[in-house]
């Protein structure tokens, strides 16, 4: 009986994601009574083989206050990886609460990439105290990827690479990684550079290893390899990731000096990242909102754009007031126009997701911009035309008025035509003006819409009907 007791608590242990992907529940409320209760052998035993991702999830799982109390309690079992898996508000929170000197053993055996992410965003006092807490040698390593700007390749690169001179030969090489005890964990190729240590190639690992020991390293260099700048944008490295199918990407400062490596995995979550920011920005949410925000934080973060909407709708509410005797002569009118308005918004919002996207993903230029615009406005007119014929039915069976269905079948085409053009230009002027369309663009584009949309639907009425 006690067997099949213990063997089901280590089923539970053993249970990480549920059926969805989540954090299992269970090994959520064993791991908080585990901390509640400082047991330390079943938080060794549970957290001891968990993935970094894994364990991320579950410290986002946990209550605030077992968080650092986890991590206090295993002390160096706990792998510091697994805080670059967390919201930057998680993240924030733990490392308020940890000791310099448990930060700087946490980062200490971490590539340089992962540790200058997590220190990143702490405020430079306690940025500099864990930096003093480590050796002349770390901080150095670390300074170097902090002191360059964020967003920048040199702030995500990893610098610990392995770098042989010109005229080593594939027999030296080879010893070299044999026996060389400070290799990064993971490496897919072997970079060249002078005793200056400016770059001169790159070897990929098979080709090195399907190579005769007497071939000098030289002979074998990748012809064409795409070489990164420290300084340069990570969004525009991750494109000539994708664009040319790169594993990997050596760094190398204004000088031509290798200073480190980019490799897939970091370029995942910066894509990932890139994507998150689109997304909450197209709906005007904070690109830096994360699930583990407390209330105020993002009640002020959505309040300036939800601020701007009000005043837009303030201007399509005064292009209706315009018409007021329209309106209220025929009711239909009222009732009829918020559809003209709001398909005009839909099909805005449809164009102009795909023109930011383009935009970001610089899919969008010269060379294809009047193609792209008269597709729009071909697609726009289409779709008019379309819905003019199904509101034009509608509305004159509903409201016995052939001359209403025909008012706003107009009306809907003038609408969708609009809508395609403000689609488009609308984030191509913010481009231009270097404001982030995603970030500005589906205010003004749904302002435009509603103004044409009621404009031109009680425009229309009032000149057909003569109201």
Request: hydrophobic content about 50%.
């Amino acid at each position: 009986m006690v067997d099949a007791e213990n063997a089901a608590d280590d089923t539970v242990a053993r249970t990480i994601r549920d059926e969805d992907g989540a954090i299992d529940a269970a090994l959520v409320e064993q791991v908080s009574q585990a901390v509640l209760l400082s047991d330390l052998t079943t938080l060794r035993g549970v957290v001891a083989d968990m993935h970094e991702a894994d364990l991320g999830a579950l410290l986002e799982a946990l209550d605030p206050e077992e968080r650092p109390r986890l991590i206090s309690l295993l002390g160096a079992d706990f792998d510091f990886t697994a805080l670059t898996e967390v919201d930057d508000t998680v993240r924030d929170q733990i490392l308020e609460e940890l000791s310099a000197e448990t930060v700087a053993e946490g980062v200490r055996d971490l590539d340089t990439d992962d540790a200058v992410y997590i220190l990143e965003d702490l405020d430079e006092a306690d940025k500099q105290e864990v930096l003093g807490k480590l050796s002349p040698a770390e901080r150095i390593a670390l300074q170097q990827g902090l002191d360059y700007p964020e967003d920048s390749a040199g702030r995500r690169m990893q610098t610990e690479v392995i770098a042989v001179p010109p005229f080593w030969t594939v027999g030296q090489t080879i010893d070299f990684l044999r026996d060389a005890e400070d290799l990064p964990e993971r490496f897919f190729e072997i970079f060249v550079a002078d005793p200056a240590h400016h770059f001169v190639g790159t070897v990929r690992l098979d080709r090195l290893l399907r190579t005769r020991r007497p071939v000098v390293v030289t002979d074998l260099l990748e012809e064409d390899r795409r070489v990164v700048e420290a300084t340069e944008e990570l969004e525009d490295v991750a494109r000539l990731f994708q664009r040319y199918n790169l594993v990997a990407a050596p760094v190398i400062d204004a000088a031509g000096r290798l200073v480190g490596v980019l490799t897939i995995d970091d370029i995942v979550d910066v894509i990932e990242e890139a994507a998150d920011e689109d997304v909450k920005q197209l709906g005007g949410v904070n690109a830096d909102e994360e699930l583990s925000d407390p209330v105020q934080k993002i009640a002020r973060s959505r309040f300036s754009w939800l601020f701007i909407n009000l005043l837009t709708s303030f201007l399509a509410a005064a292009v209706m007031s315009l018409f007021e005797e329209q309106l209220s002569k025929v009711v239909a009118l009222a009732i009829l126009a918020p559809i003209v308005a709001s398909q005009g918004g839909n099909a805005a919002t449809q164009t102009m997701t795909v023109a930011v996207r383009a935009l970001a993903t610089q899919e969008l230029g010269a060379w294809n911009l009047r193609r792209f615009f008269t597709r729009e406005l071909i697609v726009g007119l289409v779709n008019g035309i379309g819905f003019a014929l199904i509101t034009g039915a509608v509305a004159a069976i509903w409201f016995a008025s052939p001359g209403l269905g025909i008012v706003i079948g107009i009306a809907m085409v003038v609408t969708l035509l609009a809508a395609a053009i403000a689609g488009v230009l609308i984030p191509l002027l913010l481009d231009k003006l270097d404001i982030d369309p995603a970030i500005a663009s589906g205010t003004f584009v749904t302002t435009v819409t509603d103004v044409v949309g009621f404009f031109a639907f009680l425009g229309i009425a009032t000149l057909l009907l003569r109201l």
